[in-house]
């Protein structure tokens, strides 16, 4: 079949904007919790993880239109590639920015250890891509084995406490502009009212709070919230291939059980978004998806970026809304030139995170109404066993920052106890590895709910496993996997504790596997 011509509609400019929005948002949000609450130096951001990110979105989007034309139909919407949303707001927060304050309390000046938390980034990218690859030729088997309310469980719980709650917070922090924002994307994404002139509610949110915060900032009716633009810095960085992955893969141990779920989702998130395009009548092998955005991350993290790509969950809306090919080629050029030529973060310093935040609110409310809607009724409950983990995971961010608990303050929080274990110490052990922690939890209430609790009991014990070597429950505060005979005593009694809660409801959940089987069809007749 021979390969149609690209050409640009005007279905394509609408898809053109919603896409490079979106990607704008996340990079916002990446740069404004590095820069406002780790206090990252903006021109490592901007000037060295900008440009490599953003090449990463170039290459994915030029493959992806290609493959819309090669498939020789003039109507075939290409598959929308961006930057990961939860997945680099979870880098930012949870990898990123504390790995740049150990960096500094290891005796690293701020440059330096700027640079030693970029070749972190990097190298992280470069594990995500190598998983991504490996996986992509084992994607039927991982949907299989892993429930999907564990897989989309533990995707909104990232979207519902980090991606949703943390901007929510940077909106009513200029409640007036952000507030207005907010309103607008729900009014035109969630209940679904054109506005006048048919505009895109994305466009008219951004444009709205622009006028809002530059109108009344200057004459200081938003508070402290108003900061005025500087001028227009010229930056020019090609993200030339360098090792700089290779130094900071010795960075990497303490955070993979972060890092790997990362990879997995997107190769799950894959798999889905390739099913929703067919079902929309554009039919891509799933395998040439999935490798299409391993080699766009790879490409970007030995290239300097630090966060992953992802074909994104709206491909359909792309195609309702008119775009074809044309959309992605131009949202490739048009980001990837950005962050070469710098206009990127012109944008992004331009337009504050106010407004771009409610952007993010409604892709977390999206992704985590997915978690329901495309998760059978019956294991809702698997589903918001995995959000726990991640409130625990919020909780300790905001712990572990300096501003609010100073760490001499932290040290005696951790080790006070009144009855049971230190709460303080609970809350850290459970937010680290949650989202591995989450895919476990909801995987054995999903096997109770079917009732195998033999099955339960094993992914229980996997859990043990898991627990026993920290890359789950981590009893370190940063979250460090360990050989647990290597710890403090204390710390190893913690150890022992979290590692023998685990065995002892998989030795109760065995046992109640001996009773009649007659019980559970009992069960199932009274459903």
Known sequence: MAAAKLRITSGDVNGFIGLVVDNLSVLAFLSGALIGIFHFPPEIIF????????????????????????????????????????????????????????????????????????????ASLVVMGVLKTVLSFFGDWVMGNVPRAGLLGSIAGIALVLMGFFPLVDILRVPVVGFACLGVILYALIAHVPLPGRIPGV????????????????????????????APTLRFNLP???????????????????????????????????????????????????????????????????AQTTPYIGQPAYRAM?????????????????????YLSNLVELIPLCVLAPILIFIAIHITMQAFEATERKYFAAVVMAFFPAVARMV??????????????????????DHGLPELAVIFILGNGFIITSMVWASFVVALIDH??????????????????????????????????TLAPEARALVWQ???????????????SLQSQTRFAEADGSR
């Open 47 to 122: 000037g060295k993880m900008f440009p490599g990110t953003a090449l990463g979105a170039l290459v994915g989007n030029v493959v992806y239109t290609r493959m819309a034309l090669r498939s020789g139909r003039a109507d075939a919407c290409a598959m929308p590639l961006g930057i990961d949303a939860p997945t680099t707001i979870g880098m930012g927060l949870l990898v990123l920015g504390p790995a740049f304050l150990v960096f500094k309390a290891q005796g690293m000046d701020e440059m330096t250890a700027a640079d030693a938390t970029w070749k972190l980034g990097m």
């Open 203 to 230: 466009l008219f949110s951004i444009l709205a709070g622009l006028v809002l915060y530059y109108t009344l900032g200057p004459f200081d009716l938003l508070g402290p919230g108003f900061h005025a633009p500087g």
């Open 240 to 306: 030339w291939p360098n090792l700089g992955f290779l130094e900071g893969l010795k960075y990497t141990l303490p955070y993979l059980a972060l890092i790997l779920p990362f990879g997995l989702l997107m190769v799950v998130g894959g798999i889905n978004v390739t099913e929703s395009a067919r079902a929309a009548g554009d039919d891509y092998r799933v395998r040439d998806i999935l490798l299409t955005e391993a080699i766009a991350t790879l490409v970007a993290g030995v290239c300097g970026g630090v």
């Open 322 to 342: 008119g775009g074809r090919a044309g959309y992605t080629f131009l949202t490739g050029l048009f980001i990837g030139l950005g962050g070469i030529f710098g």
């Open 396 to 417: 300790a961010i905001k712990l572990g920052d300096p501003s609010i608990v100073a760490p001499d303050q932290f040290a005696k929080l951790y080790a006070n106890a």
């Open 452 to 485: 195998r609790p033999r099955k339960a009991a094993a992914i229980l014990a996997a859990g043990a496993a898991l627990t026993f070597f920290g890359i789950i429950h981590s009893v370190d505060p940063l979250g460090t996997i360990y050989l647990p005979w």
């Open 498 to 512: 979290f590692t023998a809660a685990y065995v002892v409801l998989a030795a109760v959940l065995w046992l109640f």
